[in-house]
């Protein structure tokens, strides 16, 4: 009678726990935008995009890379490691101020 009592429960929390993850299945779409009640207008999303993009064949292919100097873009790199970072010049532009990120208290805009 033991044995079949715990035959019992083992069925019982296989049929719980399949039903939990019957119901589970149903809840695949979260996302409330795609949502049956959600309003959705057509195509807005590649209306935006498009209206944005330089060249509308842009959206097709991308273009191929101007010419680079990786050797002056290594330089910068290892300027930067070595602390040897270069000063941008204030133009009548903008004005640059650089913030200290470590010690929280406010920078003095003299450039760290």
Known sequence: MVQYSQH???????????????????????DPLKQPYSW????????????QVERKSDLVAGRRLGPSDGHE??????????????????????????NSSGGGGASSGAGN
């Open 8 to 30: 019992i429960k083992n069925h019982i929390g296989v049929l719980l726990l399949s039903g939990v993850s019957v119901m589970l299945v149903g809840c695949t779409e979260m």
């Open 40 to 51: 959705r207008p057509l195509h807005v999303y590649e209306a935006n995009i498009s209206a």
């Open 73 to 98: 873009a290594a330089d910068a790199v290892q300027r930067w490691r070595d602390g040897k970072v270069r000063k941008i010049p204030d133009t009548d532009l903008a004005q640059l101020q650089t």
